[in-house]
């Protein structure tokens, strides 16, 4: 199985600031890689596929890029309302493995 | 509108089993590959399998091997996930979700099913 190991796992940060989240696959992966957002009790939203192309309605404050085996997220100017959990996922082959997630806090 | 809509929250004992339906609309069934994830409390997003309901053949997650069943019923565009010999670790919120092909991101999701498993 290919490894997903993201960083920092967990991120304090003010409304305004600019982050950047950091994805490592063990192998590599072309750009078959995405990055979700989560909320709790809310199911994951498709932020970024194919490692830097930006969903319909997704912000475009948000952005992805990397290629292989390191991916980066990066959300400037922060909103309120993206204070949440952000995952990486490898679709390059099955299993598709899921990073252990950011946490991004006020 | 696109949609996949879940059953229900379940409680089981260990040792039983849970099946859980993904009702999907908006688009056409066939065309688009369905995956089941979940989240134990607390922690992150573990890939359970994926199932084309074009032709029905699946992928699981080697540690799910032997307790887990993806299945289809074309006639009613339902995915289904049947999971076996519950134990405490399978407590979790199920989601299955869609994508284009077996590359690309998963742009739809249902809005969970929680099974907790309990004496």
């Known amino acids: 199985d290919i490894q997903m190991t993201q960083s920092p796992s967990s991120l304090s940060a003010s409304v305004g600031d600019r982050v950047t989240i950091t994805c490592r696959a063990s192998?590599?992966?072309?750009?078959?890689f995405n990055w979700y957002q989560k909320k709790p009790g809310k199911a994951p939203n498709l932020l970024i596929s194919?490692?830097?192309s930006l969903q319909s309605g997704v912000p475009s404050r948000f952005s992805g890029s990397g290629s292989g085996t390191d991916f980066t997220l990066t959300i400037n100017s922060l909103q309120p309302e993206d204070f949440a959990t952000y995952y990486c996922?490898?679709?390059?082959?099955?299993?598709?493995?899921f990073g252990q997630g950011t946490k991004l806090e006020i | 509108q696109v949609q996949l809509v879940q059953s229900g929250a379940d409680v089981k004992k260990p040792g039983a089993s849970v099946k859980i339906s993904c009702k999907a609309s908006?688009?056409?069934?066939?065309?688009?590959?369905i995956y089941w994830v979940r989240q134990a409390p607390g922690q992150g997003l573990e890939w359970m399998g994926m199932?084309?309901?074009?032709?029905?053949?699946?992928t699981y997650a080697q540690q799910l091997l032997g307790r887990v069943t993806l299945t289809r019923d074309t006639s009613t565009t339902t995915a289904y996930l049947d999971l076996d010999s519950l134990t405490s670790d399978d407590t979790a919120l199920y989601y299955c979700a869609r994508s284009s092909d077996r590359y690309s991101g998963y742009d739809y999701w249902g809005q969970g099913t929680l099974v907790t498993v309990s004496s």
């Open positions: 996922q490898q679709t390059y082959s099955t299993p598709h493995t």
């Open positions: 908006g688009y056409t069934f066939t065309n688009y590959y």
């Open positions: 194919a490692a830097s």
């Open positions: 199932i084309n309901p074009s032709g029905g053949s699946t």
């Open positions: 192998q590599y992966i072309s750009t078959d």
